[in-house]
């Protein structure tokens, strides 16, 4: 059994404790030791039935305390990429990033993915999609064949990412978002809920509407 921390005790990080318990109760994996966050308010609380173990100096004083062969497993339970970006830099050399993926999800035997994302339930990955580090698929979204997700990219309920299409680093896609294929949305761009994209973004851009247009 992986020992398991959670980094964040907000909404998503109860929903990716679910998925942790979804995962369990199918094939027992992890033992999930606890959430980690800085806000000092809630450390010594438990949240459904999982106690808040303290911050990110907690989490390195108990990496210094094992041996370093057994390894601490974490994932960053964030949809903001600024603070994932801060944190998995600060806490890179001490945990091992851990890909948590719920059962119900599909993902093809020919998509390639790198460490510490989280993916939700009934959510699609096609072939030869490629999705980076610390990525956020959430319930029901779909990537299509040859689709990059980059690092720190947060993806929410129901998008549809079609065949080809590139999500740049730290670029965040609102909920029921879709994107028809072959566009590229650069980085940190922010597409608001329920918009349709069918030209290329740029970076840092803010686009909402159908077709979505740039508010800034």
Not at 198 to 205: G, H, I, S, T
């Amino acid at each position: 059994m992986k020992e398991l921390y959670i980094i964040g005790a907000g909404g998503f990080g109860r929903e990716v404790a679910d998925t942790v318990h979804a995962i369990n109760a199918r094939t027992p994996k992890y033992n999930l030791t606890g959430f980690i966050d800085d806000d000092e308010s809630v450390w010594g609380s438990v949240i459904n039935e999982i106690p808040v173990r303290g911050g990110r100096e907690y989490l390195k004083e108990v990496c210094a305390e094992i041996d370093g062969t057994l390894g601490i497993f974490a994932v960053i339970a964030m949809a903001s990429a600024k603070f994932k970006k801060i944190i998995a830099r600060d806490l890179d050399e001490f945990v091992v990033w851990e890909n948590i993926i719920h059962p119900t999800a599909v993902v093809s035997r020919f998509a390639a993915m790198g460490c510490g994302n989280i993916i939700q339930q009934h959510t699609f990955i096609s072939a030869n999609v490629k999705v980076g580090n610390h990525c956020m698929l959430n319930n029901g979204s779909s990537m299509g064949h040859d689709a990059v997700l980059c690092d720190f990219a947060s993806v929410m309920n129901f998008c549809d990412i079609t065949g080809g299409v590139r999500v740049g680093e730290g670029a965040y896609l609102g909920t029921s978002v879709a994107v028809i294929p072959d566009v590229t949305i650069d980085e940190n761009a922010f597409i608001c809920a329920g918009s349709v994209v069918f030209k290329d973004v740029l970076p840092n851009a803010v686009m909402i509407g159908n077709p979505a247009k740039r508010k800034r």
